[in-house]
């Protein structure tokens, strides 16, 4: 065969060839690109709805956060600490309001200041977070706020008004404090006890909080996240450089660098924009009020802040040529071997295997967890139990699926705990706590359990997932705990307080009556003769007689008072709210009076007797605990000198070795009459002091 016969051969064969592999070659591909354009396509708008659900969940939890903290400052606001601060502002008040605010900043976490200005706009109290714990600061290094915008947002706001301001960057003496620290001031006037407005309570709101929260619904991994205020600027970036923009001085908002997707976000509370750089996600929290907007300026507050899930293309083409890069192989490799098609089919039942293995895994780990797992639907029927709680409960599977979760309720908590509970949780919100569940054989047990509302697309309600822990043991340690607490502080052979609880009681009852503006007695107790009840009837007679005491102290004076026992036959008495120091007579009188030996006693002819020193707080010369006992017990030493079974006040005197005594007129009351009808009262008062003393005697 010539050349030219061998050319048209191998054209017409090519030509063959070429109709051939289009007719098989030709629907292949297109399936193929139909099936990676198909799956790009899901996987896109799987990840859009991701982002979606996660940035309307992080706006529900900055709502709740702020939400929560208005409700915070007004309930400061309305505190009676302050109100008493500021109609007598004694060092005694000042300490009450900054343990107030300490207290109240620790138990909720999120303040790292909350302060108190005066109508001027200068601090007159304020509580710092360091590390832990908080701290008052001194007065010496307060400052003047009066020139800082939330100062002047909030002065003329009406009581019970809220503040909010902008996102911003603390100021500590003019200076953007380093390392930086999210700041947001909540702000409310506050009021005197006249109802007259007297300064502005701040609390700063520290929202470094909130970048836990980008964390925890984005998986550890909050790059694609960014929050956006008013103005176009960034309060939120993955490169901190770009944040704060209109602070720091470096011009980077979303006017200047992409004005089309500013004007889209504008527009709209929520939705989804393209820019020539990636993919936003974005939704709206609405800040501002009506009072707030009413004196505040501008650049005061956030009008909004936008919540942004941003997917840059680079990023999306890094993850198309991921998942799909092996088509590069698999098309020039198909155009030789026709049989790679089975091969695609393959690779697609591989993917499907491995979602199933996934999901497998996910129940084998809920399976065999510790935790005690339920899964209800909305109207609390139960769905799922895994092992865990089959094994605390008693209940198998089949049991509980289909029954209410109350199956195991033990009616130990009352009607409104479970009322808040669901409250919180109709409410889309969390609840935890500890709940008092009941057992299939009818004994308790404790489960620390939190329930989650699960929300679908509409975020309607559609079931309740509850992740418990057995915490009975738990419980059992801190009831066992508590009494070992219990035991400390009281003494083992009386029941009474005993002298380590004593100096915190008394300087709590002293902070009480110097509020309340009335009278504390410190009576300090001694047996008369109890060394010769000792010697003559032995030990255990002796230890019943201070038992008999003991009870005879506590029936002889009312449920608010406190009886101390300090060791062998010496007690201390408490007694608070007096208004008058006859009422403190008419006490004691009472407690010579019901001294009474049981009838043993009698039959050993054993005379309960005991003698009385007493001090009134706050007329005493000190106010130290240890200071108030010394001066009692030496009234009680003048007791002793006077024959016993008496009572004695204390005067300065008892100290410096003096001795002044007048008789007791009827101005105090009907003499008490001994068992002999022998009657002896001894006075001394000096009125500039408003102290008295008095020694009575029953022989």
Known sequence: MNSGGLCLMLSAIFRGFLIKYAIVALPVVAAL?????SLISAAHKAEIEDQAHQVTALRAEILTLLNSAKSDVIILEQSQEIKSFLHKPTLINEAIVQYRLRNFMLSKGIYDQLRLLDLNGREIVRVNRKGQDAVAVLKNDLQDKSNRYYFRSVKDLAIGEVFVSRLDLNIENGQIETPWKLMIRIATPFEDRFGRKAGVLVANLNATSLLN??????NGDSSALRMMNDEGYWVFHPSVSKSFGF???????MIENDLNVWNVMISSERGMVDSITGHYVYDTIILADEASMRFALDEDIDRWWKVIAFKPYQSMMSDIFEHFGWMVLFVPVFL?????LSWSWAKSSHMHQQARVAEKRLVNVIEQSSELVMITDARAQIEYVNPAFEKVSGYSKDELIGENSRIVRSGKQD??????????????QDFSGVFINKRKDGSFYCEHK????VLNEAGKIIQFLSLGKDVTEQKKLESLAEQMREFAFKDALTGVHNRVSMVDLMMKAMLRTKRDETLMLIAFI?????KKINDEHGHEMGDRCIKHVAEMLILNTRETDTVFRLGGDEFVIMLEGFSHVDEVHTVLRKILEGMVATPEMHRRGISLRISIGAMIFPFGDVHEVDGMISEADSAMYQSKLSGGHTYTFYEPWMKEGGARQTRLNSEHGHPFRGRDDREKTEFSTDLRKRSSFLCWDSK
């Open 33 to 37: 690109v139909f099936y990676a354009v």
């Open 213 to 218: 929260e980008f964390e925890i619904l984005f």
């Open 247 to 253: 602070m720091t001085g470096i011009e980077n908002s």
């Open 336 to 340: 030789l071997v026709s049989g790679l």
């Open 415 to 428: 009607h409104a705990f479970y009322v808040r509970m669901w409250e919180t949780l109709k409410n889309g």
């Open 450 to 453: 939190q329930i989650t509302p």
């Open 526 to 530: 001694d047996i008369d003769n109890f």
